[in-house]
């Protein structure tokens, strides 16, 4: 039994290794092969074949996760309340809905970018348009949001509910000062993952916002095409010529994340503890 023990702990000690390795790893070549090439020529306001400015690909990005957060976050979280706190849980509705969006959260990103061009694009007319890849990724991480908001609603505990019914509070007080907060770096945890697939999203882009390397004067219709941070960084690392500058954006990229990822995190605490204080 012992010598069990000592095996599953052993193995639990080496994955975490590689794990921690890989990400170091990753971390480590994108920084050195990045940061030698970094310069303010690709910071200018306005891209030139010359300078090859990332900064039209830095607002575009940002845009896009507005556009799409302020889509896909109402809907996933409302969802997720009903499913959790409504919802009968034996119900097949409920268990289909779970497998659906399930099933959703596994579907590649190219297919969702094939329906957002069919259907923004071309059906709508929206052309390559900034709405239209916000939209696209707000269909994507939808599932994603809705369920790791769902799991973290179930993983409030009863007791606490109670407590607030037996305070007199109604349902939806009970929800919107009990529940959601205890869950709120569960349901924020979702959001930073679908933030993180967005800004590293380029498929589903490809076909839907375009690769023009400007900031767009409007978000749908004529001249509202763009590319975001991944794509720009894809289409100088295709393109052959500008690999350094490709690795550049890769830095800033990851950047972004961890910044996103950090003021998120400082977020989810300050929210559920001011809003229990109350």
């Known amino acids: 039994?012992?010598?069990k023990s000592k095996i599953v702990k052993g193995l639990v000690y080496l994955f975490t290794g590689i794990t921690f390795f890989s990400l170091f790893f990753i971390i480590a070549f994108i920084l050195i092969k990045g940061v030698p090439h970094l310069n303010l020529g690709l910071f200018q306001w306005k891209y030139t074949s010359e300078n090859l400015s990332m900064m039209p690909a830095i607002?575009?990005?940002l845009?896009?996760?507005v556009l799409a957060l302020i889509i896909s976050v109402p809907l996933g979280i409302l969802t997720a309340v009903y499913l959790s706190e409504y919802a009968n849980q034996k119900s097949k509705i409920v268990n289909l809905v779970r497998i659906t969006a399930?099933?959703?959260s596994g579907i590649p990103s190219i297919v969702y970018g094939l329906f957002g061009?069919?259907?923004?694009?071309?059906?709508l007319k929206w052309n390559m348009s900034i709405l239209a890849g916000s939209m696209t990724v707000a269909i994507m991480i939808l599932p994603l949001i809705m369920r790791s908001t769902e799991e973290a609603l179930l993983a409030v505990p009863q007791p606490l509910r109670d407590a607030s019914f037996g305070l007199g509070a109604g349902r939806v007080r009970t929800i919107l000062?009990?529940?959601i907060p205890s869950a709120m770096p569960g349901i924020l945890a979702g959001v930073i993952l679908g933030i993180g697939r967005i800004i590293g999203e380029t498929a589903a882009l490809l076909y839907t916002s375009g690769t023009?390397?400007?900031?767009?004067?409007?978000?749908?219709?004529?001249?509202s095409g763009g590319r975001t941070l991944a794509l720009h960084m894809y289409a100088l690392s295709s393109e052959g010529l500008n690999v350094n500058q490709a690795y550049a954006t890769g830095v800033v990229l990851l950047i972004v994340i961890l910044a996103i990822n950090f003021i998120s995190t400082k977020l989810a605490k300050k929210l559920g503890k001011d809003t229990i204080d109350e």
């Open 177 to 179: 000062k009990i529940v």
């Open 59 to 61: 607002i575009n990005t």
């Open 1 to 3: 039994m012992k010598t």
């Open 63 to 65: 845009i896009m996760i």
């Open 117 to 123: 061009m069919l259907f923004f694009v071309i059906y």
């Open 102 to 104: 399930d099933t959703l």
């Open 212 to 223: 023009v390397a400007e900031v767009p004067s409007r978000i749908v219709g004529e001249a």
